[in-house]
């Protein structure tokens, strides 16, 4: 049973364009909902993370943006660049620190 | 800097054998943990560990044991490796925020 949904799989956006992940969960439970990127023969590694009680962060061209109600968070990509195309995990934590993953995206960013 | 270290990039092995693989983190990290990725399922957890010799069951831990004797170290231990354990896995500490190290890319044969 997959916890956090993520959509789309892949992703391919033009240089300068807006790259937007979407990602749904179901348990009440996660306290914490991390962003995870990763380019090819590396681990993951954090990118950008937010709090239930917080409906948007920003950090340089990447945001959240998070809606506590709909049970849904996403990523923005401003002025997406050929450096940014990696794979990006949504993810959420339990209380504690057990975390939970998606799918995962892979995104392509034309020059 | 954190780091997590993985003692292997690639490992091959034969159906049946026992596979040992080997993780050691730098940070003083309580929490240790172990998944596998796989192309469109994302990243599962196997096992994770909160202290030295504590151990809690993940999401897929069938098939896996793991150990963790020193905090600086967690084993995963395929007890008889099967094709379908053909995968990446990633080890993970983390004091809230999960670092990762490079992974290793196990094919079973």
């Known amino acids: 049973q997959q916890q956090v949904k993520q959509s789309p799989q892949s992703l391919i956006v033009q240089k300068g364009g807006i790259s937007i992940i979407n990602c749904a969960y179901e348990?009440?439970?996660?306290?914490?909902f991390p962003w995870y990127q990763q380019f090819p023969g590396k681990g993951p590694a954090l990118l950008i993370a937010?709090?239930?009680?917080?409906s948007e962060k920003k950090e340089g061209r990447f945001t959240i943006s998070f809606n506590k109600s709909a049970k849904q968070f996403s990523l923005h990509i401003m002025d997406s660049q050929p450096g940014d195309s990696a794979t990006y995990f949504c993810?959420?934590?339990?209380?504690?620190?057990?975390?939970?993953f998606g799918a995962g995206t892979r995104l392509f960013v034309k020059a | 800097d954190v780091k997590v270290t993985q003692s292997s990039r690639y490992l091959v092995k034969r159906t049946g054998e026992k596979v040992f693989l080997e993780c050691v983190q730098d940070?003083?990290?309580?929490?240790m943990f172990w998944y596998r990725q796989d192309p469109g399922l994302g990243l599962r957890l196997i096992y994770f560990?909160?202290?030295?010799?504590?151990?809690e069951k993940g999401d897929i831990p069938e098939g896996y044991s793991v150990s963790r004797e020193k905090k600086e170290r967690f084993s995963l231990i395929l007890e008889s490796a099967s094709t379908n354990q053909t995968s990446m896995y990633l080890c993970?500490?983390?004091?809230?925020?999960?670092?990762f190290g490079s992974g290793t890319q196990l094919s079973v044969l």
């Open positions: 993970a500490s983390s004091h809230g925020t999960l670092f």
């Open positions: 348990n009440t439970a996660f306290d914490y």
């Open positions: 937010i709090r239930p009680d917080v």
């Open positions: 993810a959420a934590r339990f209380i504690g620190f057990k975390t939970i």
């Open positions: 940070m003083d990290h309580e929490n």
């Open positions: 560990s909160y202290d030295v010799k504590m151990k």
